[in-house]
């Protein structure tokens, strides 16, 4: 009987595996945006920058309740008089370009695993980097922060704002305050997200969780995007037999009124 011939583990390669492309999470910055989409013929004319008009969902101090006796003389010119300011327009909201990269080999079927990872990349990611530029403007627009002794607080707060606001709205936050949220019985699950004790939704982003850091941030609803589709271009540098593509587009996203900040201070 002739024996077997033994196997040589040392001279065989490895079973090369690729997994399956995963979606993006269903929730996050994206997810509240209401998208207006440019078509592949169209011209992204948001490159120039959206402004956003106030139509009065957020007025200024334009109401208020007149106390005065219905059968009393006219109020004498100079006093209280039924008059206000209406609010500001937000500086328009500029656009981002959000990029992905990847390289290999000049062979063929390298040319075209690089142009897909350079498109599933920017497909995953672009949410959260995106945010993170976002987050600056959220800041800005909001305010000087009030601040919270803990996250409970902090959301009791934003709630107040925007009961006085009387809309549904956004409230902004970093990812690592939702357990807390959660463990205080505050939030409950709605689809892919999460809702406040008054209805309005929470925005959880990754891209938050540097661009807010402990600062939670309401905001009308919904948010308004506009975005065109990606484009993957490339390039090849001969010397260093390298292929390399970059997928990317232009992003922009704006919202009517900015409500209200608040950081948690412990």
Request: hydrophobic letters at 45%.
């Amino acid at each position: 009987m002739t024996a077997p011939t033994p196997v040589v583990h040392d001279t065989m390669l490895p079973v090369r595996f690729e997994p399956p492309l995963r979606n993006p999470a269903p929730a996050g910055l994206f997810a509240a945006v209401q998208w207006t989409a440019v078509g592949p013929d169209e011209p992204s004319r948001h490159l120039s920058g959206v402004e956003v008009r106030e139509v009065g969902n957020y007025p200024g101090l334009q109401v208020g309740v007149w106390e005065r006796a219905w059968c009393r003389p006219p109020a004498p010119t100079g006093s209280d008089r039924k008059s206000g300011t209406r609010g500001d327009v937000l500086d328009a909201f500029e656009p981002v370009v959000v990029w992905a990269f990847d390289s290999c080999d000049l062979t063929e079927p390298s040319r075209r695993e690089v142009e897909a990872r350079a498109a599933q990349a920017l497909r995953v990611r672009e949410s959260v980097v995106v945010g993170r530029d976002f987050a600056d403007r959220l800041l800005a627009d909001a305010g000087t922060p009030t601040s919270a002794e803990d996250a409970v607080a902090a959301l009791g707060h934003l709630e107040g704002v925007l009961a006085e606001a009387n809309t549904i709205a956004l409230v902004h936050a970093s990812p690592v305050l939702l357990p807390v949220l959660v463990s205080a019985h505050l939030v409950t699950r709605s689809g892919a997200g999460w809702v406040t004790p008054a209805g309005h939704s929470l925005v959880i982003g990754g891209g938050y969780l540097t661009g807010l850091g402990a600062t939670l941030v309401a905001t009308s609803a919904p948010l308004f995007g506009w975005r065109d589709n990606p484009q993957v271009r490339t390039a090849i540098d001969e010397k260093a037999n390298t292929f390399i593509a970059v997928a990317e587009r232009t992003v922009v996203i704006g919202y009517e009124a900015a409500l209200a900040a608040v950081t948690v201070t412990p």
